[in-house]
C-alpha cells in the first residue's frame, strides 16, 4: 500500500478527496490528515508517507512552508498542490519547491486518479530499484567479505607470496598486517552419553569423560541413535558468520577445507570485544544447537608472517583444551622453529628414514629441555606433518587426523613410542597415495583454481603445487578437463565478471583487480573477445533485462 497524508483545513475538502476515487482499490491508504502544515509535520514525525497532498492557503502554517519542511526533511515524498485560479503566486512557491504535480480546486475524480496513478508507477519504480540497490550491496558486500576470508586464509596457512600480498590493499586487508591479532579456533563438543569407536573398533570408555567426547567429536564416529557434532556443522558456521558481520572490522573467519568441523576467527587487539565475541558464540551455540564449545585461543601475534604460527598456536590450543589429560602449562612460551621447508624437502624425496631422523632431532633437543617441551613439540610435528602431507596431496581424510585425540599423543613418553607412531602414520599416508587416481587429483586441481582464480595462476606453479612436470601437467590437464589450462582459468575467471557485472555496480578496474586481470583495459579486451560485447553494454543489457 501507499500511504497517502492530506492536509487541508477544510473538512469538506478532505471528506470530498476520500470519496472522489476508490483509494483502497488503486493500492492506496489514506493513513492520516491534518488541518495545517505545523499539523502536517507532526503527523510526518509518527508515521512513514509515500504522498503528501496539500492545500496551499492554510492557518498557522501554509502549504509554502509545508513543501519547504517536506523538501529538506523528507525528499522522497511526493508532493501534490491542490491550488485554485487565483493563488498564481502560491503556485509559483509550489514550483520551487518541487511539488509533482498541481491540482486545480475543484479537484476532477477523472484527474485525481490519473495524477495518483502516475506517482503510484513512479513509487513502485524507486522502491524497485532500492531493493535492488540494496541486495547489490549486500552481494557485493560479500562477495568483498569471501575476498578477505580466502586473503586471511592464506596468511594462517603461511603463504606469504607476492601475488597474494599484492592483493592486500584492494581489499583493506594493509592495516591488519601492522594490527596485533589473536587466532580463535572452535569446534562443536559431542553429547557427554555419545559412545566412540576407537581404532581397533572397540568402544573407548574414557570416550565417556568430558575431554574425550570434546576431541572425538571430529576424530571419530558416532554410533547410531545419537545427533553428532558434524550434523550440526552448517548452522554452527552460520552462527559464527552472522555473529562476525556485527564485528566486521574487528573480526574475520576462515574456514580450512583441511579441518572441516572447525571455524577460526582472526581477532584484531581489543581483548573486551573479543572476549564479548566469544561469550556470545557459546551462549548462541549453545542455546540454539545444544551444544558445548571447544576453543582455542592462540598467543598475540603481529604481523601476516606470523599469522600462520598464531593458526598453528590455535590448533594446538584446540587439541588440548578439555582433554582428559589436559596440562594447563603445555603450550605457555613461544611456538618453536620448527623448519617447515626443511621437512618438506625432505618429504618429497621421498625418504622416510631422513624425516625421523629430522623429527628424532626436534623431539630429542625438546626433551632435553623438558617433558612439557616435548608434548608441545610433539603436537606441534604432528600438526605441521599432517598440514604439509595435505597440501601436497597426500590425502589424508579429517577423521585420521592424528593430533585430534590428546590422550593417544600424550601416552607417547618416549621419543621411540613418538617416532614408531609417526612412522606407522606416515606409511599409512603413503598407501594412501598410492591408491589415489588422477581423477581424485584433478577434482583438487579444478578446486584450487575455482578457489584462487583471483591470484596470478600460472601453468608452472600449478604443476608445482600438485608435483608434476610441466609439460606432462599441460597435456593431462586438457585431457582430463577438454581444455587448456588457460582457457579453463580464462573461464572461470570471465564467469565471475559477468557476475559481478549483473550484481554489483563496481568500476571495471575494480572487477579486474577481483578477477585476477592485471587492469581494466586487458581485462575489457579479453571480455569483448570472449563475448562479442564490451562490460559496460553487458552489464546494461543485464540491467535492462533484470527491470522487464
Known amino acids: 500500500m501507499i500511504k497517502v497524508l ?10 470530498g478527496l476520500h470519496l472522489k476515487v476508490n483509494w483502497q482499490q488503486l493500492g492506496f491508504e489514506i493513513a492520516a490528515e491534518a488541518i495545517h502544515g505545523a499539523d502536517a509535520i507532526e503527523k510526518l514525525e509518527e508515521q512513514p508517507f509515500d504522498i503528501v ?3 496551499m492557503n492554510m492557518p498557522i502554517m501554509d502549504g509554502v512552508a509545508l513543501l519547504s519542511h517536506i523538501q529538506q526533511h523528507y525528499p522522497s515524498i511526493k508532493s501534490i498542490v491542490l491550488t485554485g485560479y487565483d493563488d498564481f503566486e502560491y503556485t509559483k512557491a509550489a514550483i520551487r519547491h518541487r511539488a509533482i504535480e498541481y491540482l486545480l480546486k475543484p479537484v476532477m475524480p477523472d484527474e485525481l486518479e490519473q495524477v495518483i496513478l502516475q506517482l503510484k508507477d513512479i513509487i513502485m519504480k524507486e522502491r524497485h530499484e532500492r531493493i535492488s540497490s540494496l541486495e547489490s550491496s549486500r552481494r557485493q558486500q560479500r562477495w568483498y567479505m569471501e575476498i578477505r576470508e580466502n586473503f586471511a586464509l592464506h596468511m594462517l596457512k603461511g603463504d606469504l607470496s607476492p601475488i597474494i600480498l599484492n592483493k592486500a590493499p584492494l581489499i583493506a586487508m594493509e592495516e591488519w598486517d601492522s594490527d596485533k591479532i589473536q587466532v580463535v579456533t572452535f569446534g562443536l563438543k559431542a553429547s557427554h552419553d555419545l559412545l566412540m569407536t576407537d581404532e581397533a573398533g572397540t568402544s573407548d570408555e574414557s570416550n565417556k569423560q568430558q575431554g574425550g567426547n570434546a576431541v572425538h567429536a571430529v576424530a571419530g564416529k558416532p554410533h547410531s541413535g545419537e545427533h553428532s557434532a558434524e550434523q550440526f556443522q552448517l548452522p554452527f558456521e552460520l552462527i559464527a558468520r552472522e555473529l562476525v558481520e556485527h564485528y566486521s572490522e574487528q573480526a574475520l573467519i576462515c574456514k580450512d577445507s583441511n579441518y572441516p568441523n572447525l571455524v577460526s576467527l582472526v581477532c584484531r587487539d581489543g581483548q573486551v570485544q573479543r572476549q564479548h565475541m566469544i561469550e556470545t558464540m557459546l551462549q548462541e551455540v549453545k542455546q540454539h544447537l545444544g551444544f558445548e564449545l571447544v576453543l582455542g585461543i592462540s598467543k598475540q601475534v603481529c ?7 598464531a593458526y598453528m598456536d590455535a590448533l594446538l590450543q584446540w587439541s588440548l583444551s578439555n582433554s582428559e589429560l589436559h596440562q594447563a602449562n603445555v603450550l605457555h612460551g613461544q611456538i618453536s622453529k620448527l623448519d617447515d621447508e626443511v621437512l618438506l624437502r625432505l618429504l618429497q624425496k621421498d625418504e622416510p628414514n ?14 632435553a629441555r623438558s617433558n612439557t617441551d616435548f608434548v608441545r613439540q610433539m603436537f606441534e610435528v604432528l600438526i605441521t606433518l599432517e598440514r604439509l602431507l595435505q597440501e601436497h596431496k597426500t590425502i589424508v581424510a579429517p577423521t585420521d587426523a592424528i593430533w585430534l585425540n590428546p590422550e ?13 607412531y609417526i612412522q606407522r602414520y606416515l606409511q599409512e599416508r603413503e598407501g594412501s597415495k598410492k591408491q589415489e587416481s588422477s581423477e581424485d587429483i584433478f577434482h583438487e586441481v579444478l578446486q584450487y583454481i575455482d578457489q584462487n582464480y583471483v591470484y596470478d595462476i600460472s601453468l608452472p606453479s600449478l604443476a608445482e603445487k600438485f608435483n608434476y612436470n610441466t609439460s606432462y601437467f599441460s597435456e593431462l590437464f586438457k585431457a582430463k578437463v577438454g581444455k587448456t589450462f588457460v582457457q579453463y582459468l580464462s573461464d572461470v575467471r570471465m564467469k565471475q565478471a559477468c557476475h559481478l557485472l549483473e550484481t554489483t555496480d563496481l568500476g571495471l ?4 583487480e577481483l578477477t585476477g586481470f592485471s587492469n581494466a583495459s586487458y581485462f575489457s579486451s579479453r571480455f569483448k573477445k570472449c563475448f562479442q560485447i564490451a562490460p559496460s553494454e553487458y552489464r546494461l543489457q543485464n540491467s535492462n533485462n533484470s527491470s522487464i
Open 354 to 367: 631422513s624425516v625421523l631422523q629430522y623429527i628424532r632431532k626436534i623431539l630429542t633437543d625438546a626433551i
Open 303 to 309: 604481523g601476516f608472517s606470523q599469522w600462520y604460527h
Open 509 to 512: 578496474s575494480d572487477i579486474a
Open 53 to 55: 497532498i496539500t492545500d
Open 408 to 420: 593417544r599423543v600424550l601416552k607417547l613418553t618416549t621419543v621411540d613410542k613418538a617416532l614408531s
Open 6 to 15: 492530506l492536509v487541508d483545513d477544510e473538512l469538506e475538502i478532505r471528506k
